[in-house]
């Protein structure tokens, strides 16, 4: 009898899955698929073709796909290849706490190269992959100005406490901050934009905003000062560098294919106002696939015209991690973070570093996710040329390499989780 195992068939999405087969004929080849239908009902799914050993079993920590949407031993290559039915689609969790997404796995005794297998499969396992912990807090944020949801581990605390910002997607997006909590960190999801209350669209970013937020971060009796970490990405990565250079309460960031200047709107701290390097959108190219790319739009921070909008990185107090998809198709991401690490040297700062991942994309996410290649999206910019003559409302080209990409995700989440538990936790004294 065919048996098809997950192990763990329930655990946290970052985790890694076992998976194995048992009681097929001596070095068949089978078809393995993955499925998730998301919350809005989008179908998401993969394939690879493997051959069972002499004893009819099948191990994908040993065993190389041998087609399908990847090749070679990739032990969880069927979450991380999942790929969207609908063009341009994104897997995004959005309710973390009361939902997993659930991933059903297929054994076909056949190999099927067009489409979804249409006959029953031979063995079934469904999968639960959650965004949090059990005992975890979810506490919605409403105070003054300030527009979140603060994820609070089980446990008395207090817990190192992070800022979770995101980029031009807008709204209030949980799952990276539920899931970063899940590994001891009280993490607070903050909206800025496109969310009840806050502009829409985005006209400027105020500091203030956000130093309003981390003061209620540090206010509360479960988090453990003096200072807080910064996790961001694209515009929120903009903007967590922002922070470092101005915020007094910003202890580490991890500023993920961000910028070293200000672009696209003003940023602005009380009586300081920097203007946004101007983008020239005639610039925007076509992929083979329909979306555009936006990576040569971008006005160049070291043009004498443009330094008052590149940020003082020489005034951080605390750390600073940038994290750079070589294929990102978005930003320049490798040149910002070589000119804000050089800036930093001249002035004898070494409190700044940056991890480089070959082939990886724009939307570096938790481990395991899909590679998101191309979604739709908006450029950011108020200030389109009108000789621009491809639509907004086109998909956005991220870039990256799906295998490339998937490791990158694995290792920069380890690294991201050391970073901060190496600059938050208080060190204590051994007496």
């Known amino acids: 009898m065919v048996q098809l195992t997950a192990t763990p068939a329930s655990a946290l999405s970052d985790e890694p899955v076992h998976i194995r087969a048992t009681g097929l004929p001596p070095l068949q080849l089978v078809t393995l698929t993955a499925s998730l239908e998301d919350e809005k009902g989008n179908l998401h799914w993969s394939k690879a073709f493997y051959r069972a050993n002499e004893a009819g079993e099948l191990d994908l920590k040993q065993a190389p796909s041998c087609g399908g949407d990847y090749t070679g031993v990739h032990p969880m290559g069927l979450f991380w290849s999942l790929k969207p039915e609908r063009p341009f689609g994104r897997l995004l969790k959005r309710d973390v706490m009361n939902s997993p997404f659930l991933v059903t796995l297929d054994l076909y005794d056949l190999v099927y190269f067009d489409g979804v297998p249409t006959v029953p499969p031979r063995a079934s396992q469904v999968v639960q992959r959650w965004f949090r912990r059990p005992g975890t807090q979810r506490v919605q944020i409403r105070e003054g100005r300030v527009r979140g949801a603060l994820f609070l581990p089980p446990g008395e605390g207090p817990f190192p406490g992070v800022m979770d910002l995101f980029g031009g997607v807008g709204g209030l997006v949980e799952f990276r901050a539920s899931l970063l909590s899940a590994h001891g960190f009280a993490v607070l999801a903050l909206a800025y934009f496109a969310y009840e209350d806050l502009p829409h669209p985005l006209q400027e970013v105020d500091l203030e905003y956000f130093e309003e937020a981390a003061n209620l971060l540090l206010a509360h009796p479960k988090i453990q000062g003096p200072g807080i970490g910064v996790l961001s990405v694209s515009k929120g990565a ?194």
């Open 238 to 431: 903009e903007i967590g560098l922002a922070m470092a250079c101005f915020l007094k309460q910003v202890t580490a960031i991890v500023c993920i294919n961000g910028t070293n200047a200000v672009f696209d709107f003003p940023i602005k701290y009380r009586d300081l106002v920097m203007s946004p390097i101007q983008s020239f959108l005639e610039h925007t190219q076509i992929h083979v696939s329909g979306a555009i790319c936006l990576f040569h739009c971008r006005g160049d921070p070291r043009e004498k015209r443009n330094q008052q909008s590149v940020f003082p990185v020489e005034k951080a107090q605390g750390q600073i991690l940038f994290i750079i998809g070589e294929n990102d198709q978005v930003f320049n991401g490798m040149e910002y973070a070589k000119q804000a690490l050089e800036r930093l040297k001249s002035h004898g700062r070494s409190n700044g570093r940056m991890l480089v991942y070959p082939g990886a994309g724009h939307l570096l996410e938790p481990p395991y996710a899909p590679l998101c290649y191309a979604s739709q999206g908006q450029p950011t910019s108020r200030n389109r040329s009108r000789s621009v003559k491809y639509p907004v409302s086109r998909p956005l080209l991220w870039g990256g390499d799906p295998v490339a990409h998937a490791a990158a995700q694995e290792h920069a989440w380890g690294e991201i989780q050391k970073f901060f538990r190496q600059h938050l936790t208080q060190t204590r004294s051994h007496l």
